[in-house]
């Protein structure tokens, strides 16, 4: 098979920040031996045509100045219509580029099937080529699409619109299958398919620098973007409600944002500064050593405006090394952390609950083996990136055969 794959959410260089969901599900299918094609947007600094381990990458140029491309990346087109209000003013430019690279390279390439990452404004472009041209195409919703932009009005035509003529959408979670069939998605041709989560290398070295520099103290994780929604002051409040009574703990942030500031002026009012580290932005690899050192993962997740947390890519992370997650009921998160089971599960923003579960995960050690047990079981049945490429190949075989019945 010859895949072309539209997305916005792409490395732009190895190191880099962006979520390495849509990389993964091209390397897994590349050494399958899927011809994979991936049409991005070109940022600046990055290249303009690479190999990435067996897969083709084209970036796309949709401005210029070349600096002035600040519509993707950097925490995504969301984020930065917050941050950047004019970025959306690169919107037109963007969708035509994209357009006329897809049916470009669609002449040049010759896929079989299209894949198009997210319902706008890759699966509206993904449309339009494949009807044109009368390929299959397949849709992926990630949740930002559904959960981040608004259901009526233009963009939920648009929404609409591109599932209505995808010929199969795939999800990454029972919370994003309900909204894209409360869009108006067919239910027989929605498929849930989890993304692929970053399973980095544990290096023995690296955990062991941390126990290093921070001692065999008990260590509470958060990893990812220090934004409201990924309910990082809360955590704050939590840690310093309990952090007392769990001799030595610490308070682990890896990962970066717009809210860094406020955590640093929160831990200072709550009185734990030091107790609390802002590591940064770290690599893959040192993020699955970070979970393997920590005692704890912490996803305290809450919704802001009509964004939820769709899936939740940490939680499978930390699972997969053994790490126990205490996580909000949000979202797709209950798909992975059946509360007692698989993890322990509390009210979004409930802090006193989140403070409670900390201190239970340190001190019941039965309940800790058995729910580390059960998640690693969950994540190589359910979650395993060779379960999730077979799902996706499945729905590939599927489809390009019915089209051509």
């Known amino acids: 098979m010859r895949i072309l794959m539209l997305t916005s959410v792409f490395p732009r260089w190895p190191g880099d920040a962006t979520p390495p969901f849509v990389q993964n599900l091209c390397e897994l299918l590349a050494r399958d031996g899927v011809e994979v094609m991936v049409l991005a947007p070109h940022s600046r600094g990055s290249a303009f045509s690479e190999l990435w381990n067996a897969v083709l990458v084209k970036r ?3 401005f210029w100045p070349l600096a002035l491309q600040k519509l993707c990346y950097e925490g995504g087109m969301l984020v930065n219509f917050k941050e950047r209000p004019w970025s959306k003013l690169l919107l037109p430019f963007f969708f035509l580029s994209q357009l006329v690279a897809a049916f470009y390279f669609c002449f040049r390439f010759k896929p079989d099937l299209i894949h198009s990452h997210s319902l706008l404004p890759q699966g509206f472009t993904g449309v339009i080529v494949s009807r044109l041209l009368g390929l299959p195409h397949v849709t992926t919703s ?4 559904v959960f981040g932009l608004k259901a009526n009005g233009f963009m939920g035509m648009l929404k609409r619109y591109s599932l209505k003529h995808a010929g199969a959408t795939t999800v990454n979670s029972s919370a994003t299958r309900e909204a894209v069939l409360a869009l108006g998605a067919t239910a027989d041709r929605v ?3 989890p993304a692929v989560a970053n399973l980095g ?7 062991n ?4 520099k921070y001692g065999q103290v008990p260590k509470v994780l958060f990893v990812g973007r220090f934004i409201e929604e990924k309910g990082v002051l809360d955590l704050l409040r939590a840690f310093a409600s309990i952090h007392s009574q769990i001799a030595g703990a610490e308070c682990f942030f890896v990962g970066d944002g717009p809210l860094r500031y406020e955590m640093e ?3 200072a009012d709550l009185g734990i500064v030091k107790s609390v580290d802002l590591v940064g932005w770290q690599s893959g690899d040192t993020v699955a050593s970070w979970m393997a050192a920590a005692d704890v993962l912490v996803v305290p997740s809450k919704p802001v405006g009509t964004w939820q947390e769709a899936q939740g890519l940490v939680v499978i992370e930390a699972m997969s090394v053994g790490t126990p997650v205490i996580a909000s009921r949000i979202g797709g998160i209950p798909d992975m952390v059946e509360d007692g089971v698989t993890g322990r599960l509390f009210p979004a923003g409930d802090t006193e609950r989140l403070g409670a579960l900390i201190v239970e995960i340190f001190t019941n050690n039965k309940q800790r083996a058995r729910m580390t047990a059960a998640a690693l ?4 049945e359910r979650y395993s990136p060779d379960a999730v490429a077979r799902l996706t190949e499945q729905i590939y075989r599927d489809y390009i055969i019915y089209r051509t019945r």
């Not at 990630?142 to 699409?145: S, W």
């Not at 290398?201 to 955990?207: F, G, I, L």
């Open 201 to 207: 290398r544990v290096d023995p070295n690296v955990v």
């Open 191 to 193: 498929h849930l398919v």
């Open 60 to 62: 796309h140029v949709y």
């Open 209 to 212: 620098s941390i126990e290093k």
């Open 265 to 267: 002026a929160l831990a």
């Open 142 to 145: 990630h949740g930002n699409d």
């Open 377 to 380: 079981t969950k994540v190589s």
